[in-house]
């Protein structure tokens, strides 16, 4: 049984730390090296892209690593099975579209996850009305569903979403696609204050997410970050080294506060 997502981040919390979770496409070059290389440069938990063909809430670089994992004959049964040979010693939660866990069948993909390693699944095109047959099937497989906030939910909304929660809280930073952003969006301190205030689950924050400083920053008020494009480009453009180094710079920015 893999380790608990949620229990993992509390306890980093509780020390009086800061999260980081940075995620990797599955599928692309190096990705399984990747993987080990950025787990083992400070990340609490890691978060494995399943690509997808259209992917609607990622930004360009998420998208193209994606393209580029799907022209080499990725797939998600293939990154499963890739994924239960990792032994990376922190949990794994998979982010998958919601019509790939559709087509599996909630249970079967819920299954899959756990034979696979993974304690958590984030579906980030699936809103929270609409949830309740895959949340269902993932709380008796034991997987952790987490659920995305966006800053422009009012405040019952957010206590909802809460409500039905696992692993984490994902705030958003910031309405649009996944991307590196020049400054952080006021937005993502705001989101992570009022989440804080509805519960006591971990609230992290991503998207626009994109340097050490700007998740230092964002996590005065988080309990950490959840860091995407900046990684995927690193990874995609410089190597696994590369991309470990950068996970490394985030984490000691956050340590330093």
């Not at 949990?91 to 756990?114: S, W």
């Not at 809103?127 to 939910?153: K, N, R, Y």
């Not at 995609?236 to 340590?255: C, D, H, M, T």
Request: glycine share 10%.
């Amino acid at each position: 049984m893999a380790e608990s997502l949620e229990a993992r981040l509390r306890a980093r919390r509780d020390a009086g730390g800061k999260a980081l979770v940075p995620y990797v496409t599955g599928g692309v070059p190096d990705w399984i090296t990747a993987a080990d290389h950025v787990a083992a440069a400070g990340a609490d938990a890691l978060e494995i892209g399943i690509p997808f063909s259209d992917p609607v809430m990622d930004g360009p670089v998420i998208q193209a690593a994606s393209e580029s994992a799907l022209d080499a004959g990725a797939t998600p049964a293939g990154i499963l099975d890739q994924a239960g040979r990792l032994d990376v010693g922190i949990p794994m939660a998979a982010m998958p579209y919601y019509n790939l866990v559709f087509r599996f069948g909630h249970e079967r993909f819920a299954a899959g996850l756990v034979a696979a390693g993974f304690a958590a699944a984030i579906v980030p095109d699936l809103p929270l009305e609409e949830s309740s047959d895959w949340t269902a099937a993932a709380d008796d497989a034991g997987v952790e569903t987490v659920l995305l906030a966006a800053p422009t939910a009012d405040d019952d909304r957010l206590a909802a979403i809460c409500a039905r929660a696992r692993g984490f809280v994902y705030g958003v930073g910031v309405l649009g696609v996944t991307g590196e952003r020049q400054e952080l969006a006021a937005s993502a301190r705001t989101i992570a204050g009022r989440l804080k205030a509805v519960t006591d689950l971990p609230v992290l924050v991503g998207v626009g997410i994109s340097t050490p400083e700007q998740a230092a920053s964002v996590c005065e008020t988080a309990d950490g970050v959840v860091v995407g494009s900046a990684v995927v480009r690193t990874l995609s453009e410089k190597g696994p080294e590369a991309a470990a180094a950068l996970v490394g710079e985030f984490r000691a920015a956050l340590e330093r506060g």
